[in-house]
């Protein structure tokens, strides 16, 4: 542990012993172990995580190459972003072929020898599943577009005639998240594909206009999905991450709305965009980070998941279902992980929380109290391939809070703040019970590229936003693995198909792994200390001498006493703490060792 020598006076905040007076708003149980309730899920970008043949792109051979980190670092499973055959519209969250892997990344045989490694490392492994849209290359699609109007072909997906004398106006004032009109029309005259004209119907896309929205009423798409799941369970997959898992069914009538298509990821509608505040959490830990509308978190999609609860209970070895839904407040979010229909659901209302004690707590105990609620754990994340990463999201101050991604000339974030509370943030996440996600690079302290030019970007928000969002390739980088390497060591020919930055160099993984006091080592030690204590499945009591702090946040949970301060004075711990972790260096004044700003440790109680 690094120490600062500190001259200041005695600090305005001490805690004077390690068995401090708690609230206890969360209880300890190990009545139910399934591993997803505690588990450290590291998500796999995979075209940026590791290249095996060269072509600039990350594949699966290059993931089962790197089994070892995740054994390394400590994490219990992964979870893979789509490996599927995609024409890779929007990173292939647009599926042409949700039973085959896509060649860029390899085969359905490497997969399986991905699956076979982890497996035998005792390492799950969770796969992607994108049943709100395909992409228009999908067999389906295009058959659709063949068959015409009134088709049964075309019932499978949202087709609708348009409004205005010729049909010429869209069938609702829905916005894609991406921007621009959530709808496109087609042709329904042979020529089409060459002429380009279109005097046809509309079709819904709530994303790219190459991502077809399903129609969840239909029959024939509920069974094609359970038919799905069916085929990765077989293959022995632990798991599912659901994406838009709040999207599938869409209220009857498809209904104008006016109000904004709110959604962090990739949106040009996010509420936090422009805004120059932090948003703080509200007592049920709203920050403006869910969707509403009558496109999203209706009632029917609880259905879809009762259903494949059941698809999944006969299999061995407790497989779950994740859900990406960005639903608030939290006690609409719980309703996702009911008994009987997922089993965990990302925390966006934590991730979105700004870096203030007071709204930390709040957005912790509201999650805290809606997951126990219905039984299930809380799912902490703070990075994934949706938002700017937390090394340089954490560094934006006094301008937008949570932009969709960083442009060369945005206000840029401070590096070292970032990281500082980065690594802060971490810590008191890894600290909480439950299960928590990180994402790939974040554990060698990766910031997001910032200054990328705009004519490499890949992002389809880039242009459907009217080039007024950067969007999400800042945090999509391939990653550093070794320093001194052409391309940091991302594959055997120095190709990346993303350039990453010059910092990068000092997050490589060979260097972050031989460095005392690093991210990596920080995230070690951490996850090793949770696995050891059972913190997974602890408890969460808030310190009371700190309950009205507006610069400390404390909390025990099992041995383990959590302290962050946000403030600029250092907060005395007791006499003789035995300090475990450490985000970053400590004071010590006299014979009290001090937490400084934006720094959290666990103290051993
Ligand atoms: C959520 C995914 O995380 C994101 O990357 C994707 O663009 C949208 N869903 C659409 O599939």
Redesign the pocket.
């Known amino acids: 542990m690094t120490h600062l020598d500190s001259t200041s006076a005695a600090p305005a905040l001490e805690l004077t012993t390690t068995s401090p007076t708690v609230s206890v708003i969360h209880a300890a149980s190990d009545v139910a172990r399934e591993w997803w309730r505690t588990a450290v899920i590291y998500q796999v970008y995979p075209r940026s995580f590791a290249d095996a043949d060269g072509d600039g792109i990350g594949d699966i051979p290059g993931i089962t190459s790197k089994l070892d980190h995740f054994v390394d670092l400590g994490v219990d499973a992964v979870w893979l ?1 789509p490996f599927y055959r995609s024409p890779q519209a ?2 292939g ?2 599926v042409a072929d949700y039973r085959e892997v896509d060649p860029l990344f390899g085969t359905n045989a490497d997969f399986e020898a991905l699956l076979e490694g982890a497996h035998a490392r005792g390492l799950k492994v969770i796969a ?1 599943l ?1 049943p ?2 395909t992409s228009d290359d999908h067999a389906w699609f295009q058959a659709a577009l063949a068959a015409g109007p009134g088709s049964a072909e075309r019932a499978r997906y949202l087709f609708r005639e348009g409004q205005g004398e010729d049909g010429e106006l869209p069938p609702n004032n829905w916005k894609s ?2 921007g621009g009109p959530a709808w496109t029309r087609v042709s329904e005259r042979a020529a089409a594909a060459t002429d380009g004209i279109t005097d046809g119907q509309w079709y819904l896309h ?3 206009t190459r ?1 077809p929205d399903l129609d969840w009423e239909h029959p024939e798409v509920r069974s094609e999905f359970e038919d799905i799941l069916r085929f990765w369970l077989d293959r022995g997959v632990d798991g599912f991450r659901i ?2 898992a709040h999207g599938m069914v869409k209220a009857p009538g498809l209904p104008d709305w006016d109000g904004d298509v709110a959604m962090v ?2 949106s040009s509608e996010a509420p936090g965009a422009v805004d120059t505040e932090p948003h703080e959490a509200a007592e049920d830990g709203s920050t403006g980070a869910g969707n509403s509308g009558p496109m999203f978190d209706q009632e029917g999609v609880h259905d879809i998941y009762r259903a494949w609860h059941k698809v999944l209970a006969p299999y061995d070895g407790d497989r779950a279902l994740v859900a ?1 839904a960005w639903v608030e407040p939290l006690s609409r979010l719980a309703r996702y992980v009911r008994s009987d229909e997922m089993h965990q659901a990302f925390n966006f209302s934590y991730l979105t929380t700004a870096w203030d004690a007071a709204a930390l707590r709040g957005v912790v105990t509201a999650s805290l109290e809606a997951s126990d609620a219905v039984g299930a754990p809380t799912t902490w994340v703070l990075s ?3 938002v700017i990463r937390h090394a340089s999201r954490m560094g934006l101050t006094g301008a937008a809070v949570r932009p969709n991604g960083i442009g060369k000339n945005d206000p840029q974030p401070d590096a070292e703040l970032g990281l500082r509370r980065a690594r802060a943030a971490t810590l008191q996440m890894l600290g909480l019970p439950g299960s928590a996600y990180v994402y790939q690079g974040e554990e060698l302290g990766l910031p997001e590229h910032t200054d990328l030019d705009d004519d490499l970007r890949q ?3 880039w242009w459907r936003s009217g080039y007024t969002e950067a969007g ?1 390739d800042g945090c999509r980088v391939p990653l550093p693995w070794v320093a001194d390497a052409p391309g940091y060591g991302f594959g055997p020919t120095g190709k990346t198909w993303l350039p990453q930055p010059d910092t990068y160099k000092e997050c490589a993984a060979d260097v972050q792994r031989a460095t005392e006091g690093s991210t990596y080592s920080m995230y070690k030690a951490a996850l090793a200390t949770r696995r050891a204590k059972d913190l997974g499945l602890g408890s969460l009591g808030w310190v009371e001498d700190f309950a009205s702090s507006s610069s400390v946040l404390a909390f025990v949970n099992n041995d383990v006493l959590v302290v962050t301060n946000f403030g600029e004075a250092p907060v005395a711990l007791p006499e003789g703490a035995e300090v475990l972790i450490t985000s970053g260096p400590l004071t010590t004044t006299g014979d009290r060792t001090g937490v400084p700003q934006d720094t959290t440790v666990w103290v051993q109680v």
């Open positions: 972003s929007d990173a969250y647009d992607d994108v709100n849209h998240i991406f709530m994303f790219d991502q994406d838009v990821e990739g990406e994934n391939h949706d992002d389809p928000a999400r």
